[in-house]
């Protein structure tokens, strides 16, 4: 497993923006495809984004395509989220996840690693 670390969480109005990063430490990240997820109180996890372990392939959730974009740095160990266009909606702690095989999972239970999450919070 590889131990993973969000930061770039905050408080931001509707249409602003923000830029979520996933740090790894232990071990380097380009062995990983990784994912994004969020959870929203009172609901399920919810897939939001995967890379492919070299990052050539992506896939995005109907509800955040166009508005966020993920991108990786295999040199830094980073997985980042750009955030574009925040909607009330989007308010959730997010949680960057890695898994072994070089493609996405739209499924949480296919992830071997977690971070903590960080929260995101977009007022009206």
């Known amino acids: 497993q590889v131990q993973l670390v969000e930061s770039g969480g905050g408080l931001v109005q509707a249409g602003g923006s923000l830029r979520l990063s996933c740090a790894a430490s232990?071990?380097?990240?380009?062995?990983?495809?990784m994912g994004w997820f969020r959870q929203a109180p009172g609901k399920e996890r919810e897939f939001v984004v995967g890379?492919?372990?070299?990052?050539?392939?992506?896939y995005y959730a109907d509800s955040v395509k166009g508005r966020l974009t993920i991108s990786r740095d295999n040199g830094k160990n980073t997985v980042y989220l750009q955030m574009n266009s925040l909607k009330p909606e989007d308010t959730a702690v997010y949680y960057c996840?890695?898994?072994?095989?070089?493609?996405?999972?739209?499924?949480?239970?296919?992830?071997?690693?977690w971070g903590q999450g960080t929260q995101v919070t977009v007022s009206s």
């Open positions: 996840a890695a898994r072994r095989p070089s493609i996405w999972s739209r499924d949480w239970v296919d992830y071997d690693s």
């Open positions: 890379i492919s372990r070299s990052g050539s392939s992506t």
């Open positions: 232990g071990r380097t990240l380009s062995p990983y495809a």
